[in-house]
């Protein structure tokens, strides 16, 4: 494989690559940070590129990867991946999209992120985020501007924007992000990505215990379904003192895409009172429904009225 196909490989094949010794961890690690080096000056994916970080963790993975037995590795030992720059990561700068926080350096790494790192996945850097996340845009003042791989006019949207802009350009096979009201279901659907916010207590917050009452939550981005299925099951599971929590699933999110779903009734919507929608975006609607429709699922039709929730949201 060449050094292209390789970066828009998925996670899970990346893994299986290591496992088959087709390539290292630090062959694939110096792919993403010769990536990162010619286009991330223009798509601003990245706030903090940590190269001599990712470079000694994938020397560390490729020299066990010699000498040890790699059916015990863990699933996604040596895949590298970035971290979203709203969660600090011990000894990274984590500016939280402030321009004010330019020099501050984490102090610890949230349990999320350390079953990231648990699962084998090597830490590339911090991804650009909008002041504080609250924006869906990704344009944070006194800092580089994330914009949208597919057209460098437009924005990734926010607040993970930077994390939607480096998985579609292939600087990441799949990436760490945050949803309170949108912030990785905007970026994904901006960058034709797969975007999932779990439900609250899904993903553990210690030891910063929660965010806004729960609404705020850790979420994967990825390219594929299966790979953000994979990395909800890494992010999830319950810490000790989390404020609320759900059981864990019976089976993991990735082996549930190998079951048959049932019929489903889902509401399908292709306009919002008072919101314009651009017709592109009412084709691709219709485009899902009827592939739905075809599935055996039972379509609805209507928007419920949402101007009740604007100004308290």
């Known amino acids: 494989m060449n050094p292209t196909d390789v970066a828009f490989s998925s996670a899970l094949d990346q893994a299986r690559l290591i496992r088959s ?13 010769d990536r990162i080096a010619q286009h991330n000056d223009r798509l601003g994916a990245y706030i ?40 600090p990561v011990a ?35 911090k991804t650009s985020t909008s002041e504080l996340g609250s924006m869906p845009f990704t344009e944070p003042m006194g800092l580089p501007t994330a914009r949208n791989p597919w057209n460098l006019d437009y924005t990734p949207g926010g607040s993970s924007g930077g994390a939607a802009a480096a998985v579609a350009a292939g600087l990441a096979p799949l990436a760490h992000g945050s949803d309170g009201g949108g912030s990785v279901r905007g970026p994904a659907g ?71 779903l049932p019929p489903l009734n889902i509401a399908v919507a292709t306009e ?24 055996g699922h039972h379509l609805g039709v209507g928007c419920p009225d949402f101007s009740g929730l604007e100004a308290p949201f």
């Open 21 to 33: 010794g087709e390539i290292s961890p630090l062959e694939l690690t110096q792919v993403y940070l």
């Open 48 to 87: 903090t590129v940590a190269a001599e970080r990712a470079i000694s963790t994938a020397k560390e993975q490729t020299e066990q990867w010699h000498q040890g037995d790699r059916s015990t590795l863990p699933p996604f030992f040596g895949v590298p991946m970035p971290i979203k720059d709203l969660a």
């Open 91 to 125: 000894g990274l700068p984590c500016m939280r999209g402030l321009a004010a926080l330019r020099d501050r350096v984490a102090e610890y790494t949230p349990a999320h992120i350390q079953a990231i790192e648990g699962a084998g996945f090597n830490l590339l850097g």
């Open 190 to 260: 901006c960058c034709g990505l797969v975007g999932f916010k779990p439900s609250r207590g899904r993903i553990s917050q210690a030891p910063e215990g929660e965010h806004l009452m729960g609404l705020a939550t850790p979420g994967p981005l990825a390219r594929t379904v299966q790979d953000a299925a994979a990395l909800l099951d890494v992010m999830s599971g319950y810490v000790v003192g989390d404020p609320y929590w759900l059981p864990n699933p019976e089976i993991s999110f990735l082996e549930q895409l190998d079951h048959e």
């Open 272 to 295: 919002i009172p008072n919101w314009p929608i651009h017709p592109d975006c009412q084709a691709g609607v219709q485009h899902t429904a009827k592939h739905l429709e075809q599935l």
